[in-house]
């Protein structure tokens, strides 16, 4: 999986669950704004995700290269 990274959603009050994710603050900004000039009396929050949270059932890190090579020897099988 790729890293995470941080969007922004454009939420308007007592509407609809967001749905586009914006790549800038800039664009979600834009976006808010263009959705309160055609709802007046609507708010529209920028929200940006701060966190994610997943479950990882196996995770491989890879060990930078020199830290401590196995030998054949070592293997329990």
Known sequence: M???ETFWMVYGLGQRQPTV????FASAQGE?????RVA???SFYVLEAVSV???VDV??????PGQRAITDDEIPF
């Open 53 to 55: 949270s997943r479950r």
């Open 32 to 36: 808010a704004e263009r959705l309160a």
């Open 2 to 4: 790729a890293a995470p």
């Open 21 to 24: 994710r914006h790549k800038t």
């Open 59 to 64: 995770e491989t890190i890879r060990l930078e």
């Open 40 to 42: 007046p009396g609507t």
